[in-house]
């Protein structure tokens, strides 16, 4: 009998342990799905936004998206064409932001110490003097109609020491940003974020798709010409064909120097302009030109001219440029051993890269970095021989045959 009371005890015994344990692990479950329930950012998709707006103090850029050519432009550069990836890395970025926790905010003084004063706390009648000074980045996100699918603001990174040290110096660094989110009502909460964002800038020259060759390790033929001053046309400087046993230099004869003529078309790959420059074309004199055709069908023409400083952060003379951008899928050269569908699909993507980098360019008039020019002119050669009569022009796939 008593052992039989004693089985029963046990038994009673374990249930108990059991429901303890259960009821403890639901009120953990139940307060971490609280803690993230509190912690939920309000969610949309980056195919939703239509319209991105970046403002900090007098400076704002605002991205729209243009349904009809699937792209974004820039409104304070005059529509021009914005980086598409650098808006796609953003939208991507905002959506996939997770708060790491909340603070509690007890007045203006936590906003202003976190960088997360908004405009319009600092134009409220009696804001203190010194608001301005701690207003953050603010980003808002529209769909189609104008609604607003987010608005928060990027405030003071939060710094982190790593272990690594340089002499006695700790290397410091950022390992996340307190951002402030705004919910309907105007309700705005306060969280840390283990992203940075460093690239989301107020800045409109930032979002600019720049300038530059895509592809241009198959050049075909290059030449620089410059129009001297009382000259009606320009004279070549340097003209450069492909042969069958490499490029040669035809204008003026002599040796290639083929590492110098390489340097040319590596500054061209990368971005090499600035941001738009807002004269007409018909006040610039585009006295220096660089021309160049490729093996896949896109032909290159980049104007120069000199123009006063029209830029905060340019020299007191910097040179504007125009590139024109052509392509003819008749002058795609094939691949060895590529079939008649690939050679045919190969055309039709290069029209699609066609289309979107002639968007870029065509029709507007852009900053260029400082050494550009001196570079493209240099004559590259090793040797020169006695001087041959000008290239009346270049072979039949011209550069300045433009659509």
Not at 46 to 52: C, N
Not at 230 to 238: D, I
Request: aromatic residues 8%.
């Amino acid at each position: 009998m008593k052992k039989r009371r004693a089985v029963i005890m046990l038994f009673l015994a374990a249930v108990t342990a059991l429901a303890v344990v259960s009821e403890l692990r639901l009120r953990r479950e139940s307060a971490s799905a609280s803690a993230a329930a509190r912690l939920t950012m309000p969610e949309f998709r980056p195919e939703d936004v239509r319209t991105l707006e970046i403002t900090w103090r007098n400076q704002k850029s605002t991205l729209n998206f243009m349904a009809d050519g699937g792209y974004w432009a820039v409104k304070e550069r005059a529509g021009a064409q914005a980086a598409s990836a650098l808006v796609a890395d953003l939208l991507e970025g905002l959506a996939k932001a997770a708060p790491l926790k909340e603070l509690e905010i007890s007045g203006p003084d936590d906003f202003r110490d976190l960088n997360l004063v908004s405009p319009e706390e600092i134009a409220a009648p009696g804001a203190a003097s010194d608001l301005k000074n701690s207003e953050g980045i603010l980003v808002v996100l529209r769909d189609e109609k104008g609604d607003e699918l987010l608005r928060l603001m990027l405030g003071r990174g939060h710094t982190r020491i790593a272990a690594d040290r340089i002499g006695n110096l700790a290397v410091q660094g950022y390992d996340g940003r307190y951002i402030r989110v705004w919910y309907p009502g105007h309700k705005s909460r306060v969280f840390l974020i283990s992203r940075v964002f460093e690239k989301c800038v107020p800045n409109p020259r930032q979002w600019l798709e720049p300038l530059f060759l895509s592809k241009p390790e198959n050049p075909v033929y290059a030449r620089f010409q410059r129009k001297h001053p009382g000259a009606e046309t320009p004279s070549v400087v340097w003209f450069a064909n492909a042969a069958k046993d490499g490029f040669q230099l035809l204008f003026p004869q002599g040796e290639l120097d083929l590492e110098a003529f390489s340097q040319k078309f590596s500054a061209l790959a990368a971005p090499f302009s600035v941001d738009l420059v807002n004269l007409p074309p018909d006040d610039l004199k585009f006295n220096d030109i660089f021309q160049t055709v490729m093996g896949d069908g896109f032909a290159y023409l980049l104007e120069f001219a000199r123009v006063e400083s029209i830029s905060e952060e340019a020299d007191a003379n910097v040179y504007a440029g125009r590139m024109t951008i052509s392509f003819d899928p008749e002058n795609v050269r094939r691949l060895i051993g590529e079939p008649d569908d690939a050679f045919e699909r190969r055309k039709k993507q290069l029209a699609a890269r066609a289309e979107y980098e002639k968007r870029t360019a065509n029709g507007r008039v852009f900053l260029l970095k400082t050494g550009l020019l001196e570079l493209l002119a240099q004559i590259p050669a090793k040797t020169l021989k006695t001087a041959a009569p000008s290239p009346s022009g270049p072979p039949a796939a011209d550069a300045e045959k433009k659509e």
